[in-house]
């Protein structure tokens, strides 16, 4: 069992709408969780990174983290074509090593 | 301002040959890694790098040497090529361990083993 799990998709929504896109991890020493956004070709950036439970947003996008159940979740407002990438979350331990979900497809439709 | 150069983008190699991914970065990062990313399976460590002279194994080390003789570069060897390792691989950097410093990656070198 992979330490981060993702549904790799695709998720298709229409332009508009608000999009959730979710992680499960297993590993209970993960403290620092991060959300890389990749488009086609391209190597991952990082969108957002949050530190233990809570919320944290950053414009149209909001990170989530419940360490009881150990879920994370991204959400993006008014979704647009330009925000159709690959999404992969990841976490680790304070340490040197990130351990990254398969990653999930979306695809914004105008 | 470069960021993380990969070279080459693209490479063909037959089972058995020996091959350099090479890595650049030009923002003075301690940090370095190598990761390789295959369909559903994310991005895996493979080799990383706290700094100049430091190196040390990642989840799927083998098959893979790495050294690390200057801040800026930061070369993966493939020793002898396996259809296995046929994947994109990442270099990634950052200004120190990958605990809250955002990694920064390079576009990929695509690689096909036959």
């Keep these: 069992q992979k330490e981060v799990e993702q549904d790799p998709g695709p998720l298709s929504v229409p332009e508009g709408a608000i999009v959730s896109l979710n992680c499960t991890y297993s590993n209970s020493a993960f ?37 009881s159940s150990k879920y994370i979740s991204l959400f993006i407002r008014d979704s647009q074509p330009s925000d159709s990438a690959t999404y992969l979350c990841a976490s680790n331990n304070a340490g040197n090593m990130l351990t990254f979900g398969g990653g999930t497809r979306l695809m914004v439709k105008p | 301002n470069a960021g993380v150069t990969q070279t080459p983008k693209f490479q063909v190699l037959k089972t058995g040959q020996s091959m350099t991914l090479q890595c650049a970065q030009d923002m003075n990062h301690e940090y370095m890694s190598w990761y390789r990313q295959d369909p559903g399976m994310g991005l895996r460590l493979i080799h990383y790098s706290v700094g100049a002279g430091i190196t040390d194994q990642g989840e799927v080390p083998n098959g893979y040497n790495v050294s690390r003789s200057t801040t800026e570069d930061f070369p993966l060897r493939l020793l002898s090529a396996a259809p296995s390792q046929t994947s994109v691989y990442f270099c990634a950097s950052s200004y120190s361990g990958g605990t809250n410093q955002p990694q920064h990656f390079g576009d990929g070198t695509r690689l096909s083993i036959l």
């Design chain 1, 31 to 67: 403290q620092y969780f991060m959300w890389y956004r990749q488009y086609s070709r391209k190597g991952p950036e990082l969108l957002m990174y949050t530190y233990s439970s809570g919320n944290k947003e950053d414009g149209r996008f909001t990170a989530q983290v419940d360490k």
